[in-house]
């Protein structure tokens, strides 16, 4: 085996929740979101493992502005577990707006991995859930794998790619954010504190 294929072969592309909620029509619209797509699905043919994240809600998910009366959407609330944003009720588990955006290639996945389904903790992270205590299982999986080196691309840059970044950074593997396949939501300066985060977690910020 060459190096290249070994190096190949100990990466993988984490696709974060490019899902019809996240575009433009949807719930929780991230700016330009669908332009990422192409993008995304063209970066599959570097890898030979490939993992996609998909938020999946409970209904009256506790992170949801609509289950906190006179709470807004984008808010703050202390939860058990921290601060936490209050969001528009989004990735509500079979919905069209949980689904895959239609133009995601999502054939060459090797795992699509679900997170945020216990009602009681929102889960930006593909990692562990908001509590920084409850693990998704994809560590394991991962490294049963052998894999060491990860490049993330996807929705948003400031939440769900940024914790999924800063928590595998801290789990011990190398890792890339390829900016350019991937938009922010810019919730009062959040994105610059992503970047700024991630660097300072020796994430590797590319174009």
């Given amino acids: 085996m060459s ?20 575009c433009e029509g949807g719930a929780l619209a991230v700016p330009d979101g669908s332009a990422i797509v192409s993008r995304v699905n063209a970066m599959q043919d570097e890898f030979s493992t490939i993992i996609l994240t998909q938020d999946w809600h409970p209904a009256h998910h506790s992170s949801f502005a609509s289950r906190h009366e006179g709470k807004d ?18 990735c509500v588990q079979g919905t069209i707006g949980a689904a895959f955006h239609p133009d995601l290639e999502t054939k060459n996945a090797n795992l699509v991995l679900r997170k945020g389904m216990n009602a009681a903790i929102d889960s930006y992270s593909a990692f562990l859930e908001n509590d920084q205590t409850t693990p998704t299982g994809l560590y394991g999986y991962l490294n049963t794998l052998g894999i060491t080196t990860l490049t993330l691309c996807g929705l948003a840059t400031d939440y769900c790619v940024r914790y999924s970044a800063v928590d595998a950074a801290k789990l011990g593997f ?34």
């Avoid at 190096?7 to 019809?20: H, W």
């Avoid at 959407?73 to 989004?90: A, F, K, N, T």
């Avoid at 890792?175 to 590797?204: E, F, N, P, T, Y």
């Fill in 3 to 22: 190096q290249s294929d070994l190096e190949r072969r100990k990466s993988a592309l984490l696709i974060i929740d490019v899902q019809n909620d996240f």
């Fill in 73 to 90: 959407p984008y808010s703050l609330i202390r939860m058990p577990y921290g601060e936490q944003v209050l969001w528009p009720d989004h």
């Fill in 174 to 207: 190398e890792v890339k954010v390829r900016l350019s396949a991937c938009r922010a939501i810019d919730l009062d300066g959040s994105l610059q504190a992503a970047l700024d985060d991630m660097h300072a977690h020796g994430v590797i910020v590319e174009d």
